[in-house]
């Protein structure tokens, strides 16, 4: 099992940049595929970016370019910089660990209570 803290969210004006953080304790970090998941009002949970223990990285369409996924499993943490945001990533972003190489919500085991971005129009 696995516990996961999110942090660094926040609101920022169209075009900048925002860095979250994933703080995971419990057993066998290198075990999950890791990945970020966001969530906007009256949407469905959309996969953003995953990423294996080897730093094998799957990356959503929407946001390809604009953000970049790390991991540090010394550490065991997880990473999103985002850049050049647009009101549209606007969201609760959500860490999660599982153990498919997927971007759906379905295949995670483990999630954290998320950290808010807020990108205004």
């Known amino acids: 099992e696995v516990q996961l803290v999110e942090s660094g969210g926040g609101s920022v004006q169209a075009g900048g940049s925002l860095r979250l953080s994933c703080a995971a304790s419990g057993s066998a970090f290198t075990s999950y595929y890791m990945a970020w998941f966001r969530q906007a009002p009256g949407q469905e949970r959309e996969g953003v970016a995953g990423i294996s223990s080897e730093g094998t990285i799957t990356v959503s369409h929407s946001v390809k370019g604009r953000f970049t996924i790390g991991r540090d499993n010394a550490k065991r943490t997880l990473s999103l910089q985002m850049n050049s945001l647009k009101p549209e990533d606007s969201g609760m972003y959500y860490c999660?660990?599982?153990?498919?190489?997927?971007?759906?919500?379905?295949?995670?085991?483990?999630w954290g209570r998320g950290t808010q971005v807020t990108v205004p129009q």
């Open positions: 999660a660990a599982g153990f498919r190489r997927t971007l759906m919500p379905r295949d995670y085991n483990y």
